[in-house]
């Protein structure tokens, strides 16, 4: 088992928070509670997928970037780009003038973080063709997803990919072509543009990994609100620079849905948005689906198209992607980083991946069946209603959190008014009870 | 522990609800992920044998500290020739049950390979019982 403490990008922030419980009905993994009026995190159900985030009415939650200053302290500064990040501008912005405001911002080079994906489809295959005892094999490209799985489908860890998603092996190349170059590495700070809060926790407490390539992480946001305004403001381009990608096609798609499955060999198949995938799972982990070999899982609705700090629609995001057009590569031009394919190869594995089950009542199996039985007969008192006004996402979650000893059954608006029609609860300690979830505030008639 | 299952006679669309309650359970009891995978690989199986061939069933699972049992029985065709069914590819599943995705003959191998033991008892006209034990312990094994 991995001992370590995940990290989480998210936070909900108590003065922001006004207890409203929408996050906690969102939770892929019942990781929210209700106590004292606002909304808590159970740190070892979170996956970071954002959809707390993305239900959140006043913006309680926040995703945890570095602060944007602390590229100063580099003198190479690299921004690794997502191909997601460009596909946000209307096509009358070219990709040079997305790049030009990114370097007026702060940055030394900009690359694009899908650099590595030929590579890495390379060895890829090469993985397919070496381990066809452990079918299906999951990408280990979202980290959502392996935390999902480590989570709450512990049995699947060992199908998991152990190599590297994109954005760790170009980055090792952004460093090791700057050292090559004769620039000392503590002067080097890669910063990752992330489109969600996962890939930062990916960063700051890898999975299958030491510590991570990445100095810092500044949210996709952040910085399209910065690019965006310079290219509003300034309107002539100072440096008349043609399209300047070349990357393939398999590169610039490689974020979207089917980016990975369509290019995999053998018979794969490719699902996104968290509860899909969570369905999807579930007939895997029985063995119900023979025949598949690569697994293509991503917890956003349309991939990284859909990342929680996009901005543009990801719709669009998606139609600029895969309409962009390739410039043609001649003959005899060789991508930089090919000539890298040999150091990178030898470092693109990343170690096995272990299951941190959540799911469990106990270590023990013995104290588990007890606990299970209490959570039994807690469930037959419950309306299975699941309104959630007990602080709980459903009255089985309810009752799981009553025989772990984290709730009360007096919590249930449904036992206390039959309680207090008995006269067993007095209105006064009821009330209270309903206090200590959802704090006084909720009590009074008149809000300003 | 003990856990019932009425097993619904031709519905597929239900065919796995008892073993995916099953696993939901055995995760909540933290049983090694491995063995949860081979316990319910072999009750679906066999769940699925119950809708496919027989008019319906019952499930019986028992969970102890040591082992999981668990014990189907219907009152369907009955088995003819046990060890003819225990072919790899051999099936008689009706044209309907095969243009469903299943009926592929594999369904008994699967679960002989995931179980520590299978038992099979069946009386053609009369019905079929089939018995699957998983240990959880090493030493049993």
């Known amino acids: 088992m991995d001992n370590r403490q995940f990290h989480h990008a998210l936070t909900i922030s108590s003065e922001l928070c006004i207890g409203c419980s929408h996050c906690m009905n969102v939770c892929p993994t019942e990781a929210i509670r209700v106590r004292g ?25 926040s995703i945890g970037q570095d602060d944007f200053s602390r590229i100063d302290s580099y003198k190479q500064r690299v921004a690794l780009v997502p191909e997601v990040f460009f596909g946000q501008f209307a096509r009358n912005i070219s990709r040079s003038q997305i790049k030009e405001a990114i370097i007026a911002n702060g940055f030394t ?65 952004c460093r090791r072509r700057l050292v090559d170059k004769g620039i000392s590495p503590s002067e080097i700070g890669v910063f990752y543009i992330t489109p969600c809060a996962a890939k930062i926790a990916a960063i700051k407490s890898p999975v299958g990994e030491e510590y991570s390539m990445i100095t810092g992480v500044i949210n996709m946001d952040t910085l399209y609100n910065k690019v965006y305004k310079h290219i509003r403001n300034d309107r002539k381009l100072h440096y008349d620079k043609p399209e300047s990608t070349t990357l393939s096609e398999a590169a610039r798609c490689w974020t979207l849905t089917h980016g990975e499955a369509d290019h995999v060999p053998g018979r794969n198949l490719a699902v996104d948005e968290i509860h899909n995938v969570i369905e999807f799972l579930e007939k895997i982990e029985n063995d119900e689906i023979p025949g598949l070999d690569f697994l293509e899982l991503r917890a956003c609705d ?39 394919s040999d150091y990178l190869a030898k470092r693109i594995a990343i170690q096995a991946i272990h299951p941190r089950s959540m799911m469990k009542l106990d270590e023990n199996m013995e104290e588990a069946m007890r606990k299970m039985d209490k959570a039994a007969q807690m469930l037959r008192c419950l309306p299975l209603t699941d309104c959630s006004a007990c602080g709980s996402p459903s009255c089985q979650a309810f009752a799981n959190d009553i025989a772990l000893g984290e709730a009360d059954i007096r919590q249930c608006i449904f ?34 | 522990m003990h856990f019932d299952y009425t097993i619904e006679a031709g519905d597929f669309s239900k065919a796995g609800d008892a073993s995916s309650h099953l696993k939901k359970v055995l995760k909540q009891l933290n049983v090694d992920p491995q063995l949860i995978k081979r316990i319910v690989i072999a009750f679906y199986e066999a769940e699925v ?47 309907k049950v095969r243009e469903m995705g299943f009926g592929a003959g594999m369904g008994l191998q699967n679960i002989k390979n995931n179980a520590d033991h299978l038992t099979i008892k069946s009386e053609v006209g009369i019905g079929t019982t089939v018995e699957i034990i998983v240990y959880l312990t090493q030493a049993q094994q």
Request: net charge negative; hydrophobic share 40%; aromatic share 6%.
């Open chain 1, 37 to 61: 009026g606002i909304a808590i995190l159970y740190e070892n159900r979170c996956v970071d997928c954002g959809e707390c985030f993305k239900a959140c009415p006043v913006h309680a939650i």
């Open chain 2, 49 to 95: 044998n119950v809708v496919a061939h027989a008019n319906g069933g019952t499930a019986k699972c028992c969970i102890d500290l040591d082992r999981v049992s668990i014990e189907l029985a219907d009152s369907g065709p009955g088995i003819p020739d046990i060890e003819k069914a225990m072919q790899a590819g051999f099936s008689t599943a009706s044209a």
């Open chain 1, 302 to 340: 349309e991939s990284c198209a859909g990342g929680v700090l996009l901005t543009t629609n990801r719709f669009l995001v998606t139609e600029r992607l895969r309409k962009a057009i390739t410039p043609n590569k001649s003959e005899n031009t060789e991508a930089e980083i090919d000539s890298y």
């Open chain 1, 109 to 173: 080079d900009v690359v694009e973080v899908e650099t590595s994906v030929d590579l890495l489809l390379s060895q890829m295959k090469e993985y397919v063709k070496a381990n066809d005892s452990k079918l299906p094999l999951i990408s280990s490209f979202c980290p959502a997803i392996i935390r999902l799985i480590q989570v709450k489908f512990p049995a699947l860890t060992q199908n998991i990919m152990l190599l590297k998603p994109p954005l760790d092996i170009t980055a090792l190349y």
């Open chain 1, 415 to 448: 036992i206390q008014k039959s309680r207090e029609q008995t006269g067993e609860l007095d209105p006064d300690e009821s009330l209270e009870m309903m206090k200590s979830v959802w704090g006084s505030s909720k009590f009074y008639s008149n809000r300003k």
